[in-house]
């Protein structure tokens, strides 16, 4: 495995390091479920109906055989008839049931915008399988995984429900998404504006590629969440890369490190090293993204403000390399077993199952190309410099395929975007993924909202009392374009009759 190799399994960020997850039996056509998640203020129920509706694998050619079920799911508890609205989640890379459930917003606002909900399942993830348990045994079969034909499958799908569902047929729908899922909802208006009337983009990095941001500016956000964060943090974990090294030269040193990490496989070679370091890096990613003000479970249980709590353990760079790197122990304990249930630490996982890592990893070797880099001076990482050549030979070796990284700009305009209207650009200044996202507005009707205390799209996620105000500010500026979007959308209507 090459360094771009252990940076690709490093950054598939949008779902980092989860395993794929196996699909469960497909259910009835259209169940009715109580799902139940959980947050810092207790048990929230979550009433939806499951769906399916029968998509083409391909949109975009004229075999009309080649079909599969796309799932969904419907909550329309406050929705109205008179004067509602739709609010449309852009399924991401991931089982939906998921993100259903940690997208607290949508079912915060539903009631004000008389809306009924819709989350729609991203095709290749979750149950929504074009070729089922094949779909991933052949680069063939996923010619079909691109952002332009999820896109397609969203249009399909708000037009069946428009035609099947009494009432809605006349009705705004807006997008809403976050992270993948926020550029899918920006895109989204951008490709079918007669589709959707708006969309709301959290951390939504649609200019994390090519050379329209700098390479380096993603691992200089995350150094910074640790800087802000405790007295010496971020050069500690600089200096314990070399600490790393040192102790990897000796096979006493790999047993050392095994065993002082709590590690449930012992480190044996070079490349076990190279895992070990790419994993820890991964982690320092992930609470950078989860830097919540409350305690949650996006990715892992964690704490509140779970960057303050490791660097408690992170004060001093000068210690020993072995005083140093128990240390380090402690700050990952921090994300990997705040429950106290783990019994060592695998390096193979990071994050929760329900996130699509096989998927991602496919879209990021075709057309998802974005570039990272780090120098180990403006960031606490191991320098990597971003290497197209070497990336496209790790991609071909995996899947067969060789990236396009200029094709995203191509086909979504890249920072050419002023003719669109009626979208909102949300950021977190917490959340590494701002350093390719939309942080000052475009246009009057292509906002930029700034959230100076939000790590990864924390205003998508439920209310809490311990909320900043700053967030709790950008949701109602956020429905303040919505309810506007509606009032257009009947404003227009009446005109037309």
């Known amino acids: ?102 997208t607290g917003f949508m079912w915060d606002v539903a009631a004000q915008l008389k809306a009924m909900l819709v989350f729609a399942e991203h095709r290749y993830y979750g149950e929504s399988l074009p070729f089922g348990n094949k779909s991933f045994t052949d680069s063939r079969h996923l010619d079909f995984l691109t952002s332009e034909q999820a896109l397609a499958d969203f249009a399909v799908l708000i037009k069946h429900l428009k035609k099947t569902i009494p009432g809605a047929k006349n009705q705004p729908v807006i997008a809403i998404g976050g992270s993948y899922g926020g550029m899918l909802a920006a895109w989204f208006r951008m490709k079918y504006p007669h589709i959707v009337v708006g969309a709301l983009a959290a951390s939504a990095p649609i200019w994390h590629f090519g050379n329209l941001v700098p390479c380096g500016v993603f691992m200089e956000i995350v150094t910074k969440d640790f800087k802000r964060s405790g007295p010496n943090c ?105 429950s106290g249930q783990a019994n060592c630490l695998n390096i193979s996982e990071t994050t929760t199952s329900s996130l699509g890592t096989q998927g991602w990893s496919y879209q990021a070797c075709t057309e998802m190309v974005m570039p990272f880099c780090t120098n180990g001076i403006n960031d606490m990482f191991e320098p990597h410099s971003w290497n197209l050549r070497e990336f496209s030979e790790d991609c071909f070796k995996q899947w067969g395929v060789r990236p396009r990284p200029a094709w995203i700009i ?66 109602s500026l956020e429905v303040r374009h919505m309810k506007q979007w509606i009032r257009d959308f009947y404003a227009n209507q009446r005109k037309k009759h």
Request: with cysteine.
């Open 234 to 338: 971020s050069e500690t974990i600089r200096s314990s890369w070399d600490a790393i090294n040192r102790f990897a030269r000796t096979g006493a040193g790999l047993r050392w490190l095994s065993e002082s990490l709590g590690l449930c496989t012992a480190l044996t070679n070079t490349q076990d090293v190279q895992n070990l370091k790419a994993w820890i890096s991964e982690t320092w990613i992930n609470l950078a993204m989860v830097d919540y003000p409350y305690e949650s479970d996006f990715l892992q249980p964690l704490p509140a403000w779970p960057i303050k709590v490791v660097c408690q353990y992170l004060k001093n760079p000068s210690v020993s390399d072995a005083q140093l790197l128990q240390n380090i122990f402690q700050a990952l304990n921090v994300y990997y077993n705040y």
């Open 410 to 475: 191509t086909m979504y305009g890249g920072k050419n975007i002023s003719s669109h209207t009626n979208i909102i650009f949300s950021n977190g200044e917490l959340d590494p993924w701002s350093g390719g996202g939309v942080t000052k507005d475009i246009t009057d009707t292509l906002v930029a909202i700034t959230i100076p205390e939000g790590a990864h799209h924390l205003d998508l996620r439920a209310r809490n009392a311990f909320d900043p105000t700053t967030v709790l500010l950008a949701r």
């Open 1 to 102: 495995m090459g360094r771009t190799t252990v940076l690709l399994l490093l950054l598939t960020l949008l779902t980092p390091g989860a395993a794929i997850r196996v699909p469960p039996a497909m259910k009835a056509l259209s169940s009715l479920r109580w799902s139940t998640s959980f947050t810092s203020r207790g048990t929230v129920a979550k009433k939806y109906s499951i769906h399916y509706i029968e998509q083409k694998v391909n949109h975009f050619g004229f075999d009309a055989d080649k079909t599969f079920k796309q799932r969904y799911l419907i909550a329309d508890e406050y929705w109205k008839k008179n004067g509602g609205s739709i609010l449309f989640y852009t399924g991401n890379e991931g089982d939906i049931t998921w993100f259903c459930n940690n």
